[in-house]
């Protein structure tokens, strides 16, 4: 018996496409193979990826030894790469929460990436933080003797429930696309079909269920919001809740937090422009698309900036000892290069570029959402590690080594494969889902599914 | 933890003297049934020194240096435990202070560390351009308010009965929260096993003692007031290793300090010599407390070389 017979005789409808116009919108959306480009490009993710991996193997053969960080640097590019990922999965709940709740209408095709943003980063981020114990095996004693006072626990806590939660953003509007993706992809391994089928949890698109994923996602893009406000916020406490140059400021949590939606926001910008012009996606994710998400990053840029004004403006004000050697550090030391570089392409060039209409046309916005991103990245190794080269006793008396931090290949290469990891999961996903909800734009262009579905859902 | 084998195999040496000791001394055949046909005698005989300082000769193949020895911590010793009735606190005195390094020297050899490195630290201080620069030893301020305490996940270091901000290195995760949350910088971090290699020479010298921690790598350590010392009464190796008396050590429930010359009440000498805590304004309310840098015994002289550690 096929399976499609044992479906059929158990009762079960399957949807199929009404007409011609669904057809079209299957084959625009469902998962394609790779092609040539998409095959080396898994292959260099990959190649990192390993790399990664066996840096990752000599670390816990050796010790936290293999890294440049000393008794003095004692947190590296590992938890500046960590914040990284924390940040960049906010944008999930930006796009799925905070525009659903605003009913915006066009966010509908982007919804699904940014979920995947969000779930791969968070993922990762996870990860990462193992690799940063100089005992990863006792992982467990978090659960075991967790002491519910330290922001570690708290952490623990705000990012597994986000996690969960992501992944739940990710997966019920997934669920009908799923049944598209068992009952329209041609020529597909038996069991792909079967995985599809058990993913799409014998979705029938009646409206009951329409209704129920309808109400679960409402909730769910409430709930997104303070969890993801808390994992930043929780995440800049490692940083607030010691006395560190830098770090002891009560403006840390809204500064994390913007900066993370806009990191997020230029995270989508840059992942669509790469998959509408890689699977010619022109129909759906639109100039106006990129004009708006362009918007919404100035707008978060300017955020940003004006917590990064109250952070830097406010303690160069004071220069209070420490805290003042620490700035100067910054501005005009050692790290002033990297600083300055970071804060003008990361932040002022994008907003300048991006207030002009012409700014967010696709090509000129891609360039500056990985302008963003990159400066993202290193704006949280400017957070970290200057701060701790500028403890309060000072570093006079200790090895000349130890008063520097250059990660070593062994940590450039983990932190590498962990962002090469976190594309891999990215391309994996978009490789077996529908990128764009598939439903979601039948309901908006009005094309009938074979089980007509009343309801509206945005 | 190479040092923790030698101390066991010493430990079974020694067993091994005693019973040859006692063997030789009471002329049983038990040295024949203790000794027969495993091993094959080698008639080469080595004299060995007997606890009750008897010079007895055993066959050489008597000696078997043990090198299947099990990985255990130094001592059953519960690290979370303090010394009752006591409050340990310290005094630094810097007006006496020339940077000797004699207290760093100390602690390395009290605590197994590599010589290059200790739990106590000699910082050059100066509190602003015009005024007299000073050396400052930090050992862990072991503060009753302490915020490597506080922000630890797994309660791997905590505040004892006697003062003490004890770790647990069997528990530590190595998150290295508490040396960021630290605002002395007083916490290192077993990096590598590398950076503990101690060489066969310093092994045999060093003597086993309990308390102490055992540099698992992976995990956090600091200066500990050398429970196993406090325990018995003795001060712990900087104070009595530093040749200018900086350091005094004691009890604040007793109200006295010494520096293994001279007893002085705690009260007193904080009021007389105008004793403070270092970054006070930050209230982590540290058990050790610094006289300041005033009628120096030396004059200030900068390290003669740029210090290795």
């Known amino acids: 018996m096929t399976y499609k017979e044992t479906l059929l005789k158990s009762g079960v409808e399957i949807p199929k496409p009404a007409d011609e116009k669904m057809k079209g919108l299957l084959k625009d959306l469902l998962p394609k193979n790779f092609s040539l480009s998409g095959k080396i490009w898994v292959g260099f993710l990959l190649a990192i990826a390993l790399t990664g991996l066996y840096a990752y193997t000599l ?75 100089g005992r990863p095996e006792r992982f467990w004693h978090l659960f075991v003797y967790g002491r519910i006072q330290s922001p570690i626990i708290w952490d623990v806590i705000v990012i597994s429930t986000y996690f969960v939660i992501s992944l739940l953003l990710l997966y019920l509007p997934l669920l009908p696309d799923l049944a598209l993706c068992r009952d329209n992809i041609s020529g597909m391994k038996k069991w792909k079909k079967k995985i599809y089928n058990i993913l799409a949890l014998n979705w029938q698109g009646t409206h009951k269920q329409y209704r129920i994923i309808n109400r679960s996602m409402k909730i769910l893009a409430v709930l997104i919001i303070p969890l993801a406000l808390g994992i930043h916020t929780v995440t800049s406490w490692l940083f607030a809740t010691t006395f560190r140059a830098g770090w002891d400021s009560t403006n840390f949590g809204p500064y994390f937090v913007s900066g993370a939606f806009m990191v997020g926001c230029a995270g989508v910008i840059a992942l669509m422009y790469i998959l509408r012009n890689h699977y010619k996606l022109d129909k759906y994710i639109t100039q106006r698309h990129f004009d708006n998400m362009g918007r919404l990053l100035v707008l978060l840029s300017l955020i940003y900036l004006y917590f990064n004004i109250n952070e830097y403006l406010i303690t160069g004000y004071k220069m209070k000892t420490v805290e003042g050697e620490h700035l100067m550090d910054l501005f005009t030391g050692s790290y002033a290069p990297m600083f300055w570089l970071v804060q003008i392409f990361g932040m002022i060039v994008p907003i300048i570029v991006l207030v002009f209409k012409k700014g967010r046309k696709p090509v000129p916005l891609f360039i500056v959402s990985l302008f963003v991103i990159v400066g993202a990245w290193f704006k949280r190794f400017l957070i970290v590690s200057p701060t701790l080269l500028h403890p309060f006793i000072p570093l006079n008396t200790v090895p000349q080594a130890w008063q520097h931090y250059f990660p070593t290949w062994q940590e450039w290469a983990i932190t590498c494969g962990s962002l090469a990891g976190a594309l891999l999961m990215v391309t994996f996903l978009i490789r077996v889902l529908p990128i764009i909800p598939i439903w979601e734009v039948a309901e908006e262009e009005g094309i009938q599914m074979q089980i007509p579905s009343k309801h509206h859902f945005n | 933890m190479r040092y923790v084998e030698s101390n066991e195999s010493r430990r079974k040496f020694i067993k091994a003297g005693i019973i040859t000791g006692v063997v030789a001394a009471t002329g049983l055949g038990v040295f024949e049934a203790l000794s027969d046909d495993k091993i094959p005698k080698t008639g080469e005989k080595i004299k060995l020194l007997s606890p009750e300082g008897k010079i007895v000769e055993v066959d050489s193949s008597l000696i078997n240096p043990n090198t299947n020895i099990p990985d255990i911590p130094l001592s059953s010793h519960n690290v979370r435990e303090g010394v009752p009735g006591k409050k340990f606190v310290m005094v630094i ?217």
């Open chain 1, 59 to 133: 670390q816990l053969r050796h010790g936290l030894v293999v890294t440049a960080m000393r008794d003095f640097t004692s947190w590296g590019i590992y938890i500046s790469n960590f914040v990284f990922f924390v940040a960049i999965s906010l944008v999930g709940s930006l796009v799925s929460a905070v525009l659903k709740l605003s009913n915006v209408q066009w966010r509908t095709p982007l919804t699904r990436l940014s979920e995947i943003i969000a779930v791969s980063a968070i993922t990762f981020a996870s990860i990462i933080i193992i690799v940063d114990m």
């Open chain 2, 93 to 309: 005195d810097l007006s006496k202070c020339k940077n000797a390094g004699k207290c760093r020297k100390a602690c390395s050899k009290m605590h197994y560390l590599p010589e290059e490195r200790s739990f106590i630290k000699i910082d050059r201080m100066q509190d602003s351009e015009k005024t007299a620069p000073y050396w400052m030893p930090t050992p862990c301020f072991h503060c009753d308010n302490p915020p490597c305490v506080k922000v630890c996940p797994v309660s791997a270091t905590f505040k004892l009965t006697d003062g003490i901000v004890g770790i647990d290195n069997e528990r530590c995760i190595g998150c290295r929260f508490c040396m960021v949350a630290c605002p002395y910088s007083a916490r290192v971090f077993n990096w590598g096993e590398e950076m503990y290699a101690l060489d066969a020479e310093r092994q045999k010298q060093m003597k086993g003692h309990e308390g102490c921690s055992s540099h698992k790598v992976g995990t956090v350590e600091k200066c500990d007031f050398c429970p196993s010392h406090a325990a018995k009464g003795k001060l712990p190796d900087c104070v009595t290793a530093c040749p200018n008396g900086v350091f005094y050590f004691g009890d604040e429930n007793e109200d006295t300090v010494t520096n293994g010359d001279e007893t002085v009440r705690l009260s007193a000498l904080i009021r007389d010599k105008a004793g403070y805590r270092y970054l006070e304004e930050l209230g982590t309310k540290p058990r050790v407390y610094y006289l300041p840098p005033a009628n120096r015994q030396f004059p200030f002289t900068e390290a003669k070389e740029e210090k290795k550690n």
